[in-house]
């Protein structure tokens, strides 16, 4: 149960795009369309931006989009915003209702 | 609106036990899987353990297998988490989280504002 790789900072300025890697290994990421991402602000509880990849929840703008390359996940914001400033969180289905995270990335809006 | 709220936490010796109880309100509880999630102070998220709706199976990080006990109430929309020979590294603050589905928790559609435990002599 090894942590998913997820780079410690990012950032851009207002309007501008940036994308959040996540990379596993082929027991998660590799194996499972089942990669989520989690919005945390401080002193909040996580909330849920994307799931299976790709799929968004109802009310979660759709500047926010994630894919999947082999073993690595991406989460791209587009058209920054100052309320996306917050820490990323990618996740992974790793089998036998086992999920892994990553150790996070603070996304900073310059 | 579905709604959870963590309680039972506090500060506990090291060795000791505490149990947590998250109360569900809002969807129905005994169609969903449910989840802790943990996250020390300053630091990630860690998954602790998943439990299926009827209660028939259990999940366990490897932190915690054989310490912590996941269990529920469907009658009553409750979950809880025994926690038993606690440790330093067991301070955190403790989510309780909804799953998507019945059996399979892939992902975590709704979380708690946490509760915090912490370990400590």
């Known amino acids: ?110 | 609106e579905v709604h959870l709220l963590e309680s039972g936490g506090g500060l506990v010796q090291p060795g000791g036990s505490l149990r947590l109880s998250c109360a569900a309100s809002g969807f129905t509880f005994a169609s969903y899987a449910m989840s802790w999630v943990r996250q020390a102070p300053g630091k990630g998220l860690e998954w602790v353990s998943t439990i299926i709706s009827t209660g028939g199976g259990t999940y366990y990080a490897d932190s915690v297998k054989g310490r912590f006990t996941i269990s529920r109430d469907n009658s009553n929309n409750a979950l809880y988490l025994q926690m038993n020979s606690l440790r330093a590294e067991d301070t955190a603050l403790y989510y309780c989280a909804k799953g998507p589905a019945t059996v399979t928790t892939t992902c975590f559609d709704y979380w708690g504002q946490g509760i915090l435990v912490t370990v400590s002599s």
């Open chain 1, 1 to 110: 149960q090894s942590a998913l790789t997820q780079p410690p900072s990012a950032s851009g300025s207002p309007g501008q795009s940036v994308t959040i890697s996540c990379t596993g290994t082929s027991s998660d990421v590799g194996t499972y369309d089942h990669v989520s991402w989690y919005q945390q602000h401080p002193g909040k509880a996580p909330k849920l931006m994307i799931y299976d990849v790709s799929k968004r929840p109802s009310g979660v703008p759709d500047r926010f989009s994630g894919s999947k390359s082999g073993n690595t996940a991406s989460l791209t914001v587009s058209g920054l915003q100052a309320e996306d400033e917050a820490d990323y969180y990618c996740s992974s289905y790793a089998g036998h209702n086992n999920v892994v995270f990553g150790g996070g990335t603070k996304l900073t809006v310059l």
